[in-house]
């Protein structure tokens, strides 16, 4: 298994696929034993695949210390340096779309093209939802609460009627929760990953990015809102944004989303929709 040291955390990583490089940043609490992921997707076909586990999470090291998100950045950049690329394009998706505006803003010229899928900038833009504040509820709670912040449409009146649907939803989050969570430091990796997410800020910062920007986000996001992705595109000179129908997880849901960044990434795109 590749392992490489960074910023002095040692990094697991996965190489996927040919083509133009791409480094993909994954969401809250990402995993690469997890599956569906970053891999999964159609554009991971079209493009020289670059994912880690950040600090805490999955086979990297998991130190207990506080961290903020310009850490998980430098983290991504030394990665960079490890394997050799001196640039490419990235994509962040949720929190990684956080740390991927941090790498963007503090290693321009690391980043050629920046893809920010279901992800929030902080500040007068607006934050994410605070998941950090579910950290009080038991599990059940949790991954009930998720099933409609995950996707607005199944709200409690829409769970009243399809129960079955609305149980194997929340059994689904409920695993995914507790996936791994018997590792020692996975759940303190999780609490340092949540801190940095609760600090996130790059408002003021954003419109000093100069590379290519591809906004997106679900339409019935109930975590990264339409109202914060379209803040993030009115704040990034030149940004394109495309709105899709969905909730948080719609780049897992629907091989469009794969098609317009891949586009946008290869120079092909220069529109967006909403």
Same mark, same amino acid.
């Given at each position: ?54 600090? $805490? ?26 394997? $050799? ?190």
């Amino acid at each position: 298994m590749p392992f490489v040291v960074a910023n002095g955390i040692r990094l697991y990583y996965e190489i996927h696929g040919t083509g133009p490089r791409l480094l993909g940043l994954n969401r809250t609490g990402g995993d690469l034993r997890q599956r569906p992921g970053l891999a999964d997707l159609p554009l991971s076909r079209e493009f020289e695949l670059l994912l880690f586990d950040p600090r $805490g999470l999955g086979q990297s090291d998991r130190p207990d210390r506080p961290c903020t998100m310009a850490d998980y950045a430098a983290d991504a950049c030394a990665l960079l340096d490890a394997v $050799g690329w001196s640039s490419c394009a990235a994509m962040g998706v949720s929190f990684g779309g956080m740390v991927a505006q941090e790498l963007a803003l503090r290693y321009p010229t690391r980043v050629t093209q920046l893809a920010l899928v279901c992800t929030s900038s902080g500040g007068a833009g607006g934050a994410s939802y605070p998941l950090h504040t579910l950290d009080t509820l038991p599990e059940l709670e949790q991954a009930e609460k998720l099933v409609e912040l995950l996707d607005t449409r199944r709200d409690a009146r829409w769970a009243a009627r399809h129960p079955g649907e609305f149980a194997e939803m929340r059994d689904r989050i409920l695993a995914a929760l507790r996936f791994r969570a018997d590792e020692p430091g996975r759940r303190t990796g999780m609490r340092r990953l949540l801190e940095a997410r609760a600090a996130h800020d790059t408002w003021e910062r954003l419109p000093q990015l100069s590379m290519p920007v591809f906004v997106c986000g679900g339409r019935f996001d109930g975590i990264a809102s339409v109202e914060n992705i379209t803040a993030l595109r009115q704040r990034i000179p030149g940004a394109v944004l495309e709105v899709f129908d969905g909730g948080h997880q719609f780049y897992l849901e629907n091989p469009a989303v794969s098609a317009s960044i891949s586009a946008f990434l290869r120079g092909g795109a220069g529109r967006g929709r909403s």
